[in-house]
T-cell receptor
């Protein structure tokens, strides 16, 4: 069965702190895709990153970095030097190669960054 | 470049009524997917439309139906509304049927449906 677990419901940090959002996934497919989306209060889901199951290289984009570890079925997201504008709900999602038409989302982590 | 447009933004309906939500995809996109996001939950896949046909459906009852028009816009219809249908309904557009793997979806801001 496919499943995405985001165990952290809510995280609060003070500006400039680093924060890591955890994501654990389950799938029987050997080919799959992992995503992170940001949902600000306005509601739309903003695409942050896509990773395929064959590429375990970590990725860095500005203050954002992602750590993909197949051995632990985890795809964690770190924000370095957090800012108030990072406050949002963050979703991890899974798409399997045999069914790329749909995304399976976790329950999300609400990040609050205080000044 | 206009992104995904959804209307209305908010809606209040009574149990048993019917509702229609609308979505205009991002320019250049031809595939529309609908998701339901209950409060405090992640979005759940309802169905996807491509070439005016329903390509795939999630675990939702037949009360949920949809349509895609020749201009790629889409409607989501929900009949016999239940209190549990209260949620944010998100529309996502993409290009082609392999879009999630290559381009990612572009999501709209959603329609907040409240059933009373």
């Amino acid at each position: 069965a496919q499943k995405v677990t985001q165990a952290q419901t809510e995280i609060s940090v003070v500006e400039k702190e680093d924060v890591t959002l955890d994501c654990v996934y389950e799938t029987r497919d050997t080919t799959y895709y992992l995503f992170w989306y940001k949902q600000p209060p306005s509601g739309e889901l903003v695409f942050l990153i896509r990773r395929n199951s064959f590429d375990e290289q970590n990725e860095i984009s500005g203050r954002y970095s992602w750590n993909f570890q197949k051995s632990t079925s985890s795809f964690n997201f770190t924000i370095t030097a957090s800012q108030v504008v990072d406050s949002a709900v963050y979703f991890c999602a899974l798409s399997e190669a045999r069914n790329t038409d749909k995304l399976i989302f976790g329950t999300g982590t609400r990040l609050q960054v205080f000044p | 470049d206009a992104g995904v447009t959804q209307s209305p933004t908010h809606l209040i309906k009574t149990r048993g009524q019917q509702v229609t939500l609308r979505c205009s995809p991002k320019s250049g996109h031809d595939t529309v997917s609908w998701y339901q996001q209950a409060l405090g939950q992640g979005p759940q896949f309802i169905f996807q439309y491509y070439e005016e046909e329903e390509r795939q459906r999630g675990n939702f009852p037949d009360r949920f139906s949809g349509h895609q028009f020749p201009n790629y816009s889409s409607e989501l219809n929900v009949n016999a509304l239940l209190l549990g249908d209260s949620a944010l309904y998100l529309c996502a557009s993409s290009l082609g049927t392999v879009a999630p793997t290559n381009y990612g979806y572009t999501f709209g801001s959603g329609t907040r449906l409240t059933v009373v």
